[in-house]
């Protein structure tokens, strides 16, 4: 571990880089039953008689919504969206329709364009990325009561931010009506960061940066967060307390950081929050050996900024290396991401597999609903959906 010197030149992104260590999560991405389909009956069942599939047929006219986060603190998320969407408006020609929205990093924004959207006409709704975009947005479509699909956050807050309830004796009830979310969960973040952790040979005291937002309420909740399985693991738990992710001064985080004597920070923060934080605990002196972070690590463009790379580690949720194909365009993961560093002239991110595959999984709902004007045969089609997705098979009936 090197020591941080205020004064030196930045170091290059190279070097930036090969200081942040990643975390796999292995395995396929299934979805996750959050919602269920309000009225089931047959005859709105979808079409194609194995349940979803990669069917042929002819894509629809359908308008599509779509919001994620372009410009402000989450920007990041939403930095290969352009690619995306060209790719898919090429891909779909006037079939489809696809009007995108940018929640400006802000839940109040985030609700704001779904309503927009929903009052425009569309027949679907995609959003991603984070639960401060993903919440809302299905929210709105609840009341609108338009199909909603939606990724790129971790399930468990986004379900408890729908107003689920979850604990040890607590039977998970349906949290929305017009909504279906995939991606993987905090069981799966929890299990890789002690695998990380155990394999660093550091003292196991872990100091929580865990905000007042759905993310961070989640992360450390009492019964399905990160404490009881940290503590189940043999780890101490530090945790100074929520906090507004536009904190300014983490004075009070860092001083009690140091004084338990931790020697790994986890937290999920944006990416200026933690640049902040990570600024301030340099200044003052302290440096853990290990700093495990959501959200705020996982983007090349925002790591090669932070005062320090070294010492920096997060989950990995998709890489080109992931050995699945687009069931829409047939294109392997791998050439997904030349495709894009080719066109952008940037590195690979990983919320483009996601971005991808969830208009892959948009348009598969829409071949096979008998009728996609009707939300109740919409919904029965993304009820039945077992679509292979360059992320890897994404379905709710299991």
């Not at 410009?71 to 009007?99: C, H, K, N, Y």
């Not at 689920?164 to 909504?179: I, M, R």
């Amino acid at each position: 571990m090197t020591h941080h010197d205020s004064t030196a030149e930045p170091p290059s992104r190279r070097r930036f880089l090969r200081g942040v260590a990643a975390l796999g999560l292995g395995g396929t991405v299934g979805g996750r039953v959050l919602a269920a389909c309000g009225d089931d009956d047959d005859s709105d069942a979808a079409g194609g008689g194995n349940g979803g599939g990669n069917g042929g047929g002819d894509i629809p006219s359908a308008r599509i919504g779509y919001v994620t986060p372009r410009t402000g603190p989450l920007a990041a998320f939403g930095e290969a969206d352009a690619f995306v969407l060209a790719a898919m408006r090429d891909e779909l020609g006037d079939a489809v329709e696809i009007v995108d929205r940018d929640s400006e990093s802000d839940s109040g924004r985030a609700g704001e364009v779904a309503q927009e959207l929903i009052s425009e006409g569309v027949e679907l709704v995609l959003v991603s990325s984070t639960p401060d975009t993903t919440v809302p947005v299905a929210q709105a479509c609840d009341l609108g009561e338009v199909p909603c699909i939606s990724t790129v956050a971790p399930w468990q807050p986004h379900y408890l931010g729908l107003g689920g309830e979850l604990g040890p004796d607590v039977e998970p009830a349906q949290a929305s009506a017009y909504n279906w979310h995939f991606f993987w969960g905090l069981e799966d973040v929890i299990e890789n960061f002690i695998a990380l952790w155990e394999q660093s040979g550091v003292d196991k005291v872990v100091g929580g940066l865990w905000p007042n937002d759905p993310d961070g309420n989640a992360w450390s909740d009492a019964a399905v967060g990160f404490p009881p399985a940290l503590e189940a693991a043999g780890f101490t738990v530090v945790d100074p307390g929520r906090f507004p992710v536009d904190t300014q001064d983490f004075s009070a985080q860092i001083d009690t950081f140091r004084s338990e004597g931790v020697t790994i920070v986890s937290g999920v923060v944006p990416p200026p929050t933690f640049s902040n934080f990570q600024s301030q605990a340099l200044q003052q002196g302290f440096n853990p050996p290990v700093v495990t972070v959501g959200k705020a690590l996982l983007f090349p463009s925002e790591v090669q900024s932070f005062p320090q790379g070294e010492g920096l580690s997060t989950e990995i949720w998709w890489t080109p290396t992931f050995p699945f194909k687009s069931g829409l365009t047939g294109q392997s993961a791998k050439q997904l991401t030349d495709a894009y560093t080719k066109a952008t002239k940037r590195p690979w991110t990983q919320p483009i597999g996601y971005a991808h595959a969830l208009f892959e999984v948009a348009i598969d709902v829409l071949k096979r609903a008998k009728n996609p004007k009707d939300p109740k045969s919409v919904l029965a089609s993304i009820t039945s959906t077992n679509y292979h997705s360059i992320v890897g098979p994404v379905h709710w009936t299991g």
